[in-house]
C-alpha cells in the first residue's frame, strides 16, 4: 500500500470516529499519527485506538479533570514531556512519546501483560499500577484497558 493510500485509509477510520473532521483535517491527523507511530516504534492503529477511546477524536476535547486534546493529556504530563497538549499534533507526538515510555517501563513483561499495564497506567498514572502489581481494580481503567484493547485488535484485522 503506498504512503498516499494508508493516509487515506487512517484519515477514513479517523472520521468515523469524529464525523465532523473534514477530510484535508482527517488527513493531517492521520500522517501525524503514521508519523509520530513509526518515530516511536508504535503500531499506529494502537495510537488510533488510543486516541479514540481517549477523546473520539475531537482535537480540543476537555476532561473534567483536565486532561487536554487528542489523546487526553494532564497539563503535567503535558509540560512534562514539552508539548502543547491544545496543538493536535503537538498531542499526538507527545501520546506517542509518553506511551512509548510506559511501554518501555513494563518491557520485562510479556506482550499482552506490557501492554494492558501500559494502557493503565497511561490511564490511571504508573504509581497506580505499581501499587497494584498490575490494572488497577478501577472500573473505569478495566474498562478502558478493554476498549483499547478490542478496538486496536479490532482495527487490525484481528
Known amino acids: 500500500?503506498?504512503?498516499?493510500?494508508?493516509?487515506?485509509l487512517y484519515a477514513c477510520a479517523l472520521q468515523a470516529f469524529n464525523p465532523s473532521l473534514d477530510g484535508v483535517r482527517a488527513a493531517g491527523l492521520a500522517q501525524t499519527t503514521i508519523r509520530e507511530a513509526d518515530r516511536e516504534g508504535l503500531d499506529a492503529r494502537l495510537?488510533?485506538?488510543l486516541i479514540a477511546v481517549e477523546s473520539s477524536w475531537h482535537p480540543h476535547a476537555i476532561s473534567p479533570v483536565g486532561a487536554r486534546g487528542l489523546g487526553q493529556l494532564m497539563p503535567g504530563t503535558a509540560r512534562a514531556l514539552g508539548v502543547d497538549p491544545d496543538d493536535p499534533t503537538a498531542n499526538i507526538h507527545g501520546?506517542?512519546?509518553h506511551l512509548r515510555g510506559l511501554l518501555a517501563r513494563y518491557?520485562?513483561?510479556d506482550r499482552t501483560d506490557r501492554y494492558r499495564d501500559a494502557l493503565a497506567a497511561y490511564n490511571a498514572g504508573a504509581g497506580a499500577v505499581e501499587r497494584y502489581g498490575g490494572v488497577p481494580p478501577y472500573p473505569?481503567?478495566?474498562?478502558y484497558v478493554r476498549r483499547v484493547m478490542a478496538l486496536w485488535r479490532r482495527l487490525a484485522g484481528a
Open 95 to 97: 501520546v506517542a512519546v
Open 140 to 143: 473505569e481503567t478495566r474498562t
Open 1 to 8: 500500500m503506498t504512503g498516499a493510500a494508508l493516509v487515506l
Open 47 to 49: 495510537l488510533v485506538a
Open 107 to 109: 518491557a520485562a513483561l
